[in-house]
């Protein structure tokens, strides 16, 4: 049964940083999307980024490009989201999610992903 738990969220001042972590286990990811997704109060659940496993393509939405990164540790079956450049629009809860196939360019549609986690809480003071 595949897992995934995120961890790394928190309080930040806007400009800030902080780093995302998403363990999955439950089987092997070779050949997986990973994303992640967040949702603010009242607000559809909106993508973030997402990473190709094999290979390590990237995707990110245009209002992240630049500020965040999205990356792979293969051996500890985990991946990050690097953010940096915080700001209040940010604050949201975020998820980590993960679909049983290569990523293209569906990897913004959240019904792709079969899989999700409990979601960790970003916010941004200003």
């Known amino acids: 049964q595949v897992q995934l738990v995120e961890s790394g969220g928190g309080l930040v001042q806007a400009g800030g940083s902080l780093r995302l972590s998403c363990a999955a286990s439950g089987r092997t990811f070779r050949n997986y999307a990973m994303g992640w997704f967040r949702q603010a109060p009242g607000k559809e659940r909106q993508f973030v980024a997402a990473?190709?496993?094999?290979?390590?393509?990237?995707y990110y939405a245009d209002s992240v490009k630049g500020r965040f990164t999205i990356s792979r540790g293969n051996a500890k079956n985990t991946v990050y989201l690097q953010m940096n450049s915080l700001k209040p629009e940010d604050t949201a809860v975020y998820y980590c999610?993960?679909?049983?196939?290569?990523?293209?360019?569906?990897?913004?549609?959240?019904?792709?992903?079969?899989?999700w986690g409990q979601g960790t809480q970003v916010t941004v003071s200003s």
């Open positions: 999610a993960a679909a049983g196939r290569n990523a293209g360019d569906w990897v913004n549609v959240s019904y792709e992903y079969d899989y």
């Open positions: 990473i190709r496993w094999s290979g390590g393509t990237t």
